[in-house]
């Protein structure tokens, strides 16, 4: 019978040469290939925490060797372990990803200096367990959390609704994993529309500041597919036709069968279309229709048109004054560009 010692060392193989870690294992992986899946008990007491229980190659045979399911086996000379051929590692795809997530749960309440054998000691109450994966921040300090696999769901299901469970006094947060990455999820999707809804009631303040003359936009159509036509033919054209006009902006691309454009006086817009005939104006073969913008349908291109400046002058202020690839200076030496982190 393994003692609480070997029954520590068993796990902590048995981990490895799991069905979780060896997978995404690419160092167990690349050791895996040179001896017929066999590594040595000198490369594997590299690892921290099987050195931390052990450090004599012969310990860890010995208590392997006791290991009951039949997971890894040792070899003859006892220096060398490698996991059973004839338990090969299930294939991750979808189907498996997900089996794992209905057995994982999400816990939350250790000490941050917690070691993982410690909280592996505690789980194996509520087990049994296949892998606890302890979650670390960028500096790879442990956050407190962890995700737990169980065996088989049931267990799992079982630790999640217990009434209370505590950690050293610490009551700890229990869910599954999926609750909580759709929970992180909504939780992001929130920042991001409370972020952009900032964004957009600054943007509509500002645009609500910028004031165009009224009745002075036209809306132009009847462009056949496969005409060409430019801005600077529109204004040339609306030119001829009255050159009291001055045309602010054109909105209005090479290719579009429709547009619109904006005169710089009020009621411009009026007083050019009653030097039309049936509201055509004619460049070359092609016979625009042209009608002004009135009341709610002016309001709301004028309100679009407030939006699109806004943000481009935005878009424009936020990267003013930015060094981009290719720009010179110290005596003609280029730039290099620097990613802002």
Request: hydrophobic content about 30%; some cysteine; aromatic content about 8%.
């Amino acid at each position: 019978m393994a003692s609480e010692l070997e029954n520590k060392i068993i796990r902590q193989i048995e981990y490895y040469f799991g069905d979780i870690n060896l997978p995404r294992d690419k160092f167990m992986q690349e050791k895996l290939k040179e001896d017929e899946g066999w590594i040595s008990l000198e490369v594997l007491l590299t690892f921290k925490r099987l050195a931390s229980l052990s450090e004599d190659p012969a310990v860890i045979a010995a208590a392997v060797e006791k290991a009951e399911n039949g997971l890894v086996e040792v070899s003859e000379d006892k220096k060398k372990i490698r996991r059973n051929p004839d338990l090969p590692l299930p294939e991750l795809n979808d189907a498996r990803k997900k089996e794992l997530m209905e057995r994982t749960a999400y816990a939350k309440g250790f000490p941050l200096d917690e070691t993982l054998n410690d909280i592996m000691s505690f789980m194996e109450q509520h087990g049994p367990i296949e892998s606890c994966h302890r979650r670390s921040n960028k500096d790879h300090t442990f956050k407190g959390s962890c995700f737990i696999i169980f065996k088989d769901k049931e267990a799992c299901k079982k630790f999640i609704e217990l009434e209370s469970l505590k950690y050293k006094d610490t009551e700890l947060i229990r869910k599954w994993q999926s609750d909580y990455f759709a929970e992180k999820k909504k939780a992001y999707e929130e920042r991001v529309k409370s972020k952009k809804d900032k964004k957009q009631a600054k943007i509509d303040e500002k645009a609500k500041q910028l004031e165009y003359p009224k009745g002075a936009t036209i809306y132009f159509s009847n462009i056949p597919e496969g005409k060409s036509l430019t801005r600077e033919e529109i204004k040339e054209k609306v030119k001829e036709v009255d050159d009291s006009v001055t045309i602010s902006y054109i909105d209005f691309s090479k290719g579009d069968l429709e547009g619109h454009f904006r005169c710089s006086a009020e009621n411009a817009a009026v007083e050019f279309l009653k030097k039309l005939t049936d509201g055509e104006l004619e460049i070359g073969d092609i016979k625009l229709k042209l009608k002004a913008l009135e009341g709610t349908e002016e309001e709301e291109y004028l309100k679009k048109t407030a939006e699109a400046v806004t943000k481009m002058r935005e878009k424009a202020k936020f990267g003013k004054g930015r060094k981009r690839k290719g720009q010179y200076h110290n005596n003609g030496r280029e730039a290099k560009s620097k990613k802002t982190e």
